[in-house]
Antibody, heavy 118, light 112 residues
Framework: EVQLVESGGGLVQPGRSLKLSCAASGFTFSDYNMAWVRQAPKKGLEWVATIIYDGSRTYYRDSVKGRFTISRDNAKSTLYLQMDSLRSEDTATYYC???????????WGQGTLVTVSS | DVVMTQTPVSLPVSLGGQASISCRSSQSLVHSNGNTYLHWYLQKPGQSPQLLIYRVSNRFSGVPDRFSGSGSGTDFTLKISRVEPEDLGDYYCLQSSHFPFTFGSGTKLEIK
């Protein structure tokens, strides 16, 4: 059974940093592209970033480019999102998801809440 | 960015009835490789989104055949027949043909 478990969320002040983790199990992590998708409170879904299965390429939405870094450790089956220079508009639940070759986010974790506030 | 316009915003349905959700894109979702990357999700209250339909009309593993997707180019539809209580929640379309990937704003399926 595919399992994705996010951690690392919490309350952080504007301008500070936070690093999210996503522990994967139940599938061969190193075979899959992975993504982060976020959802602001009571709002819709927003794609944040994707990393190719071997970490060779990354893609970001413009609003996080230069501030967020997606990375992975295939030996540990873990996905990361380093978030720097956080803003209030980054407040959201962050989900990790498998980003399969058919183009969709197939499996999702339960999410971790990031609140950016002073 | 590709804008995904979902309608209606709210959809009251009777249990056992049929529901139809529309998703229109601001530009064609036909990728340069000929595929169309339009997908549908259901987010039940308090849960993560779950994949229902991928690439317009393919049901994901374990999704009942009450759910069907259709469409092409810029115009897509999700149909739910014989609505059951577990179908209630927020439905989203997603396009992954063009960067950045974008979701529709959602349709809330609720009991009439």
């Amino acid at each position: 059974e595919v399992q994705l478990v996010e951690s690392g969320g919490g309350l952080v002040q504007p301008g500070r940093s936070l690093k999210l983790s996503c522990a994967a199990s139940g599938f061969t992590f190193s075979d899959y592209n992975m993504a982060w998708v976020r959802q602001a409170p009571k709002k819709g879904l927003e794609w944040v970033a994707t990393i190719i299965y071997d970490g060779s390429r990354t893609y970001y939405r413009d609003s996080v480019k230069g501030r967020f870094t997606i990375s992975r450790d295939n030996a540990k089956s873990t996905l990361y999102l380093q978030m720097d220079s956080l803003r209030s508009e980054d407040t959201a639940t962050y989900y990790c998801a498998t980003h399969v070759t058919e183009g969709m986010f197939a499996y999702w974790g339960q999410g971790t809440l990031v609140t950016v506030s002073s | 960015d590709v804008v995904m316009t979902q309608t209606p915003v709210s959809l009251p349905v009777s249990l056992g009835g049929q529901a139809s959700i529309s998703c229109r894109s601001s530009q064609s979702l036909v990728h340069s490789n000929g595929n169309t990357y339009l997908h549908w999700y259901l987010q039940k209250p308090g849960q993560s989104p779950q994949l229902l339909i991928y690439r317009v009309s393919n049901r994901f593993s374990g999704v009942p055949d009450r759910f069907s997707g259709s469409g092409s180019g810029t115009d897509f539809t999700l149909k739910i027949s014989r609505v059951e209580p577990e179908d209630l929640g927020d439905y989203y379309c997603l396009q992954s043909s063009h960067f950045p990937f974008t979701f529709g704003s959602g349709t809330k399926l609720e009991i009439k």
